[in-house]
């Protein structure tokens, strides 16, 4: 169970946070950082799987739990936003093979609005004003 919900996280991870998957490529912690969230969930896993729960409700579970803090996804909200507002570019960048490389370019020009802001999925109002902050913030980083 524990290299399954390793392989999921670290799936999840590089579709929804590419930008922690890089930083834990770059510091050589994919594994610690893997093994840290595994374990932190063993323990509920085992007291599940003795009550009689099924293995994969087990595993679904953990993952909802290791992937919590990493809801909603920063990237694919940019992703969405440049998609939708900046068809032209998105394409562009998508046909040259960089769409990720600037999205996560884009997502530190855009840190502060998400600090000022936050994001949630549930609080449309904020994320509103996030989406036009960022909506700006793309269009001068394009240009």
């Not at 093994?35 to 087990?58: C, F, M, N, S, W």
Request: glycine share 2%; charged share 25%; proline share 3%.
């Amino acid at each position: 169970m524990e290299t399954a919900l390793k392989e999921q996280l670290w799936q999840y991870i590089a579709q929804h946070n590419p930008d922690l998957m890089y930083d834990l490529q770059e510091n050589y912690k994919v594994t610690e950082y893997l093994d840290q969230k595994v374990a932190e969930v063993l323990p509920e896993a085992e007291q599940l799987l003795d009550r009689g729960l099924a293995l994969i409700t087990v595993q679904e579970i953990c993952f909802e739990q290791m992937t919590a803090e990493l809801k909603p996804s920063k990237f694919l909200f940019i992703r969405s936003i440049l998609e939708e507002e900046f068809p032209i570019a998105f394409e562009a960048l998508q046909q040259s093979y960089m769409l990720n490389y600037e999205l996560l370019n884009m997502m530190d020009c855009c840190r502060s609005h998400f600090e000022k802001f936050g994001i949630d999925q549930q609080d449309q109002i904020r994320n509103k004003a996030l989406r036009y902050a960022i909506m700006g913030e793309i269009e001068y980083y394009l240009g």
